[in-house]
């Protein structure tokens, strides 16, 4: 308790210390389904809206450069949010909390809706991806564009998945006890950032791993993860659907990959190509977390993207509701 204690004093400062720096930016906590989702945002909802779904094991603090950037160059409003469990939000137990990329893509859902949102373009990374296509799947026509980095709805990109026998296959068709176990002990052996010991080998950076090891050792957020690990296997089921509502979607499409990524691998970036010949597909000398890596770079790119295809994203297009 006094590491876990230690980690949110620090947390804590790093946040403050993050908000004097960054203006543009504003932070906050919405009721949703009676749980309290932490989302930061900044620019007038009135301008084309882009929603920012973050990846495991990390949070909206992966995407706080890269919006601050886009929204001091354009007119556009940014908003992320942190899933239950993740970054600064509500962590339930997973008794009280079905811890579901279903659920969560709902409760995704529920907070777009609270928050006045209904026609947005979409930046996914890892988990962001199923949660994101679920949203797509059950409205596309509130999505204005697609923008995907290192997260895969083809099994090209994610070879420790692309064996039915083995180990992740096998969990997700019958829970493995002892790689829940595995995942326990991981994530209870982790320490805070400190000058000797630690290694950050995907460049997320001091501030991000300390909220991300202070999210997941509060009591009952390895279990809730772990749950969520398992339903994974659901979205790999869910592939051949979102590929197909992809190429019927013909919207604009910008894929951005950190060709260092070990789990995420290249072939996941061209793989959208075949569903969406339409899309731009910018390999980036970085990592899993390019957003924290390079962010100049990504919301250059971004930025791009989104002012060539401008009239395209506003709220009055046809779709908005």
């Not at 389904?33 to 882009?50: K, M, S």
């Amino acid at each position: 308790m006094k590491l876990f204690s230690l980690l949110l004093g620090l947390v804590a400062f790093c946040a403050a210390a993050t908000t004097t720096r960054a203006a543009a930016l504003h932070q906050g906590w919405q009721e949703v389904d009676g749980l309290h989702l932490f989302y930061r945002e900044a620019g007038n909802p009135a301008d084309p809206t882009v929603v920012f779904l973050h990846g495991n094991p990390l949070s909206s603090i992966m995407y706080v450069q890269v919006m601050e950037n886009l929204v001091a160059h354009q007119r556009l409003h940014v908003i992320a949010v942190d899933y239950p469990s993740f970054g600064y939000s509500d962590a339930p137990s997973h008794e009280a909390y079905r811890y579901t990329f279903d659920h969560v893509a709902q409760t995704v859902a529920d907070f777009l809706k609270a928050r006045g949102i209904s026609r947005y373009s979409l930046y996914m990374q890892d988990y962001g991806v199923p949660v994101g296509f679920r949203l797509i799947s059950a409205n596309p026509q509130a999505i204005a564009a697609i923008i995907v980095q290192n997260g895969v709805i083809h099994l090209d990109g994610f070879p420790s998945a692309q064996d039915p026998k083995g180990e992740l296959r096998r969990h997700w068709t019958t829970r493995n006890p002892a790689l829940d176990q595995r995942r326990a002990g991981y994530a209870r052996s982790m320490t805070y950032p400190q000058a000797s010991g630690w290694e950050d080998e995907d460049h997320a950076g001091p501030d991000a791993t300390l909220l991300m090891i202070a999210a997941i050792q509060r009591p009952g957020v390895i279990e809730a993860r772990n749950d969520l690990w398992f339903d994974y296997g659901t979205n790999v089921q869910h592939y051949p659907a979102w590929q197909a509502a992809l190429r019927k979607m013909k919207v604009p499409v910008l894929v951005l990959w950190g060709k260092r990524d070990q789990f995420f691998t290249m072939p996941g970036a061209f793989a959208y190509l075949r569903d969406a010949p339409q899309a731009e597909v910018h390999i980036l000398d970085s990592t899993h977390f390019a957003t924290l890596d390079m962010p100049d770079e990504v919301a250059e790119l971004v930025g791009g993207f989104l002012s060539k295809h401008h009239a395209a994203l506003l709220p009055t297009q046809v779709g908005d509701k």
